[in-house]
């Protein structure tokens, strides 16, 4: 198990990179996270969701994605609450200060989940989830220590020097944990080092010393990681691929609304490696380029609550003068909802019931239902004649006059709405820039060539290079002969 000395150390990166380096070693490996909260989800075959890293980690592990392989997802809704999603399906909403009470309910079922993933697979690697320092969740913990002792899984402790102050992250933790906990840490590896390790050497040193605990090495920055779908909205935006060769023409310039409930963003990571794309996300604060191409309004975890927060930025004004200038927006499942011209929440599944006006560029009045939709999905692009396959992970019905025009077709019903002069248009389509046919056609659109021949290929050398920077500078045939 890979736990960290504090949030955003890299451990999804490293779970991903070692389950790609133990199938290089001919092992059949798992990806394993007891509890995850992210509103960024993907859709399994059997139509549950689980985290979008354990997703990457199933695909660096080449095996199919699985509801066991994230039994429990947290996706926040407000600032103290959230949707619990166990085994791919919602369970129930609840307060931070009252989820502690579903640990016996809960804890079992993942345990339950990991003795699935064990009985069909050599090796199973686990990611923990912020830190095991956060003592004051101990009592009700299922996703770092909580879980190992339950398991009986050893735990690698990662720290993330390039934040400074590793040394201290890493005793630091040992020395707020009880005994029985520091037990279960076999030891620690340094992440995210940038130029010469061997100036860390006497700190490294110190650590082994000090913690009575064994390195594993000391990794540096991986500098393609930007090629790996996101796992956090914060990691997004980043502009074109650096290392691509530039557009023949002027890049499109593509802005997403950086809403504060964002979610299911990975729509965005095919785009963000395009040569001739230009893709920036837009803070809380800051008004939307006048030269912007194409505007995306993400999918939300609360659309009605992401409405107040867009008008209170004076996006909708943004909005209405860049569609004026002759400017393109798409909106994104949630995104869609909100283009309409009302949002209806009778049963306060997204917050307090009620209504709220859309921003109306669509003529469409979309009503949230207690029915979520999740499935994966071929479709038509109509614009483009072009095949599509995405996924679809959404609460809501839309319907209104725009539907008759609509942005696809699934199994011949329509999807989508699309305004009369052809500048607005909306789906529930996930994924959808991830099919490589349909995103050269997109861009072709707009007057614009596709750069990514194959963008799931891409992905999966980008994984390759990260199991050879692991096995090249972190000792993983004594860190996988910990496996019980």
């Not at 009592?139 to 400074?164: K, Q, S, W």
């Not at 994966?376 to 008759?404: F, L």
């Not at 046919?437 to 194959?454: D, E, H, I, P």
Request: glycine fraction near 12%; charge should be negative.
């Amino acid at each position: 198990m890979i736990q960290g000395a504090g949030s955003n150390v890299g451990k999804s990166l490293l779970v991903a990179g070692l389950c790609r380096a133990a199938v290089h070693r001919g092992l059949s490996v798992a990806p394993f996270k007891p509890q995850n909260m992210s509103n960024n989800a993907a859709v399994t075959e059997d139509g549950g969701e689980i985290g979008r890293a354990q997703a990457l980690q199933a695909m660096a592990a080449r095996c199919p994605m699985s509801v066991d392989m994230n039994p429990v997802l947290l996706k926040p809704e407000t600032d103290v609450g959230a949707q619990v999603v166990v085994r791919g399906q919602r369970l129930t909403t609840v307060r931070a200060g009252d989820y502690g009470k579903l640990r016996p309910r809960l804890l079992p079922m993942v345990l339950e989940s990991f003795a699935k993933l064990r009985a069909r697979h050599d090796l199973v690697i686990v990611e923990g989830a912020g830190s095991p320092a956060e003592i004051n969740l101990r009592a009700n913990d299922i996703a770092n220590m909580g879980f190992a002792r339950a398991a009986d899984v050893p735990v690698i402790l990662a720290g993330d020097i390039d934040r400074g102050g590793v040394i201290a992250q890493i005793l630091g933790t040992q020395l707020v944990l009880e005994p029985e906990d520091a037990a279960m840490i076999e030891g620690f590896v340094i992440n995210k080092f940038r130029g010469d390790p061997a100036l860390f050497t006497d700190g490294y040193k110190t650590i082994e010393k000090r913690s009575g605990w064994t390195g594993f090495g000391v990794v540096p920055w991986f500098a393609q990681a930007h090629r790996l779908p996101a796992e956090d909205a914060l990691d997004l935006g980043r502009g074109s691929h650096p290392t691509a060769a530039p557009s023949p023409v002027a890049p499109l310039k593509i802005v997403c609304l950086g809403l504060s409930r964002i979610a299911n963003f990975d729509d965005l990571d095919p785009l963000a490696q395009e040569p001739a794309v230009h893709l920036t996300i837009l803070r809380a604060g800051q008004v939307l380029p006048a030269d912007t191409d194409i505007v995306i309004i993400p999918g939300s975890k609360s659309t009605r609550g992401d409405l107040a927060f867009l008008r209170a930025q004076g996006w909708d004004i943004d909005l209405a003068a860049h569609i004026r200038r002759g400017g393109h927006v798409l909106g994104i499942c949630g995104g869609y909802q909100m283009l309409g011209r009302e949002v209806h929440d009778p049963h306060g599944l997204e917050g307090p019931p009620g209504s709220d006006a859309g921003l109306g560029f669509l003529d469409i009045i979309t009503e949230m239902t207690p029915d979520k939709r999740l499935t994966q999905v071929t479709a038509i692009h109509v614009p483009t004649d072009m095949p599509v396959t995405g996924y679809e992970i959404h609460i809501g019905r839309s319907a209104g006059p725009d539907r008759t025009r609509p942005f696809a077709r699934i199994d011949g019903i329509d999807e989508g709405a699309i305004s009369a002069d052809g500048r607005v248009s909306g789906s529930y389509l996930h994924g959808m820039f991830g099919d490589d046919r349909f995103r050269t056609a997109w861009l072709k659109g707009f007057g614009q060539t596709s750069g990514v021949v194959n963008y799931s290929a891409e992905v999966d050398r980008t994984l390759d290079a990260l199991a050879q920077h692991l096995e090249t500078h972190m000792d993983l045939t004594r860190m996988f002969a910990l496996a019980r």
